[in-house]
């Protein structure tokens, strides 16, 4: 919620259009602390945690960790270039509201397959 929260912060159209210039970096700075400084990490370390319990000890942990990570460092590759590119060619709204949709659907997903999420876990 937090991680959506701060994503909707980051959509200009969401601001009133008197808002000040000083305003709306107080609107970027909340944002950017709550995503970087309390949502990421918290989810990253539940995340990690919950896919090393759901992978157990009776697969190779290590190689699936590994892909893991993997996935991770790539995805902070690629995607800031492919969000430059799309807020450079279409707007940057495009860009934190689709981010907060994807954030979104995550969430929803969680919510709806829960119980498959439990018993993996344990």
Known sequence: AIMVASCLLLVDRLHAPSCSQNVR??????????????????GHTAVIGWF????????????LMGLFASAGSVARVVFPI???VVAQ??????????LAAMLAATVLVIVVFRDAFRDAAQ
């Not at 970096?25 to 918290?42: D, H, Q």
């Not at 090393?52 to 190689?63: C, F, H, I, N, Y």
Request: net charge positive; aromatic share 12%.
């Open 25 to 42: 970096l107080g609107l970027w700075a909340t944002a950017v602390f709550l995503m970087y400084a309390v949502g990421y990490p918290i």
């Open 89 to 98: 060619r279409v707007g940057t709204d495009l860009v934190f509201a689709s």
């Open 52 to 63: 090393s319990k759901a992978v157990g000890t009776k697969r190779p942990q290590g190689l």
């Open 82 to 84: 492919a969000a430059g």
